[in-house]
């Protein structure tokens, strides 16, 4: 007997399955989970032109490109009073043997259970240093 997941975990999980995997296809994979030109917001260095969902997967589809070794996990936790719900990620970009970075989304759902916002919180600085870029 598993536990159910409520539908925003669900959309949640499949949202940041399809944006940040090593095959990620860019903004088709996520159109169906998030409204069209949705807010993305997140306070890095990197990412400060990046200001839609869509542009977000475009661009992470760029950034994994050619990473076939990175592991992605994490957990989510929602917040059902606020349509809410919180990725904590970590990745292990050459595989577990390297270093491991961290990360999170925030992402806010509308009435309809779709991404209606998207913030991500993530040191690019420090990221890019452990990589050696």
């Known amino acids: 007997m598993g536990v ?8 949640a999980k499949t949202f940041v399955d399809a944006v940040d995997c090593i095959n990620a296809e860019g903004a088709s994979t996520l159109a169906p989970h998030a409204i069209a030109d949705a807010p993305f917001s997140c ?41 809410t719900v919180i990725w904590n990620g970590l990745v292990w970009p050459g595989g577990k043997e390297g270093p491991v970075l961290e990360y999170a989304y925030i992402l806010h759902f509308n009435a309809d259970g779709k991404v209606d916002s998207m913030k991500k919180i993530w040191n690019d600085k420090f990221s890019m240093a452990a990589l050696g870029m």
């Open 4 to 11: 159910k997941m409520s539908k925003n975990l669900t959309t």
């Open 43 to 83: 306070q890095a260095d990197m990412l400060k032109e990046v200001n839609t969902i869509s542009a977000y997967g475009e661009w992470s589809k760029t950034f994994l490109a050619g990473n076939q070794t990175a592991i992605f996990e994490g957990i989510l936790a929602e917040d059902k009073a606020s349509n």
